[in-house]
């Protein structure tokens, strides 16, 4: 059996390998479980969702097990076939948001089938003996729901009539083999079914940037489930909102309904997310703070002080947080806010900046980079020489690509930036470029690499797990370090020229900005997760069908919060308000020991005192001066950032 699709507001699975055979569809939103304890103020710390058959979609002449393909996708849709022959199929689009769930038979008897026991058929009572014929079945079963079931053309564009019979109690089955769509629905409320019952002749197959490619007549509109940062984005003159028709997800809060206005169909967007414009902070800093804080001096040691180290046969994680903490120092350098008229340590800091990061510019390393002509992509060699899976985080099975590789793109903005002449500068963009594609292909004529491996375009951010399945889907940790690749995307394009790079990484920044403070910075006022978890006020791990206050790595609340605050860079102040930023410090991190007892020590304190400088900088400053630093900050650009922050 596959791992469940966590399509939302339905989470699909293929059941190809135990009978009954079919396509199963749950409403997880009903079988939602809290538990363990996060110490913060009552909150749980986690929620997650059980998988109930609620409805299958099988067939009749289904005795043996069929075979089970993915024939097609795109960006936020997949196409699967089940099928015993090529004349006797299933097949079906899973897409985002999708109101109905479809399935296109061909050459076969259609089977639903329900772990529960059927109630009603059009408000009658079923029989051994009844069959039931037309083109619209309300299904009720005795736990309470309600399913409509629409019978069309092969082409979708009209009702075509089907015969059912009952069997079992649980099933119903096709009299005769059906050549045809059929759609299924929940209705979550009594006001839902007229909606429902509007949109039924139209079927979306697969879908770009929500311009939406359909079957069917689209008189009516394409209905489909709009999320709550789509609901803040949308153009109201490309989609209206259908009244009384909302559904649940499991993990981004409450759906409501939309039907496009516009033929084709398609929702226009407007992400109007500020966000910054160069890679230097929003606001220069005074000779005055630059003094008082002994910037200078402290730029001057983190640059002349000891060699810079990226090791050959180092993470390209850990590398990659050591390169564009080096280049941030080469960009302080080139501030004349900071060193006036003074270039000379600018050009000292890139003289190291080159030789750390020749490796990277020739593919020196001891586990090389290379091509990977099963999923197109630039993996570690790591994994495969020592075949493990969770080699280097899991790189070579293109686990947190876009954390990996967003530092060395950061870097090569940079070094564009402050050294253009430099001689292997067109072969550091070479590299560069790749990664870029790896992580965000955007180029359709490209075919080396996926559209958009990571980012999700429906749901405005990325995902951190590569291609092994997880039973409660891919998942994203750290909000920061996929904003850092979108911001580095935008600022690396703009350093190069590269126009369309420049476009959508600003567009990929403006739109992750936005789903980050909707769906992972918990502020008060946030209606998104369950009461009972709001007071954790950052989700940890975030799956599709489940939120985990924790990391992949340390149980420490610091880390949990922190994991979210890291790399500090212009970007940051744009994500994390000043609203959210004290809430998160009054309710959680100011109880925490590291904080309380300031425990400068602990390298974690320079992360949430650089972030707490958004609502206290004076208290900030004043720790930041004496605390150990990151591993991928320096003590001079946590107070340069810290100091850039508005009072």
Known sequence: MTKPIWANPYALQVVADVAPYGLAVSYPYRSRVSGGSSGNSGANRYYAHGIVHEFIFSAQEWTTKPTFQIVDWADIGVNVRMQTSDSAKLESTFTSGAAYVTARYTGVSPKL???????????????????????????????GQKWLVYALTSDATAEKEITWKVEGGSVLRSTAVFDGVLRAALAVTDVAEDALDKHKILDSDSAYSFLWQTHGDCTNGLLQYAMPHHIESIDPASARKVEGLTAFSTTRGALQAYTTLTQPPVWKLHETQPVPEDLYPTRKLSADVVRKQHILEHLRNDITTGEWAIPVGGSYYFNGKAAQKYASLCLMASDSAIVGSDMSLLQT????????????????????????????????????????????????????????????????????????????????????????????????????????????????????????????????????????????????????SNQAMQSVGKLMTRLNAHAIKTYFLIESQSQVHPTNFRPNKVTGIFFDNKVDYATWFSAEKYCIHGIQMLPVSPVTEFVR???????????????????????????????LMTNYAMVDKATALAVLQKAKMDDGLTRAWALYMAASLPN
């Not at 060395?408 to 072969?427: G, M, Q, V």
């Not at 998160?584 to 602990?602: F, G, H, P, R």
């Open 113 to 143: 089938m329900s772990t529960s026991a059927i109630t009603s058929i059009n408000g009658k009572a079923p029989t051994s003996q009844s069959t039931w014929r037309g083109t619209k079945f309300s299904i009720s079963y005795n736990n």
């Open 349 to 496: 800091c890139l003289s190291k900046l080159r030789k750390v990061m020749a490796p990277y510019v020739t593919n020196g390393w001891t586990n090389k980079l290379q091509y990977d002509r099963v999923y197109g992509g630039v993996v570690s060699s790591e994994g495969f020489k020592k075949n493990d899976l969770n080699a280097d985080f899991g790189n070579t099975m293109y686990n947190d690509h876009h954390f990996h590789y967003g530092y060395w793109i950061y870097a090569s903005a940079i070094i564009n930036r402050l050294d253009p002449t430099w001689s292997e500068l067109s072969k550091l963009n070479a590299m560069t470029n790749l990664l870029v594609q790896d992580v965000a292909n955007y180029d359709r004529s490209e075919q080396s690499f996926p559209r958009f491996r990571s980012f999700d375009w429906f749901r405005g951010h990325s995902y951190s797990h590569g291609v092994t399945p997880l039973a409660d889907g891919k998942d994203e940790e750290s909000t920061s370090e996929d904003i850092n690749f979108a911001f580095g995307m935008y600022m690396y394009g703009k350093a190069t």
């Open 577 to 607: 308000t000043k609203q959210f930023v004290q809430e998160e410090w009054e309710q959680v991190l100011s109880k925490e020991k590291i904080v309380a007892q300031q425990d400068t020590s602990n390298s974690w304190l320079s992360i």
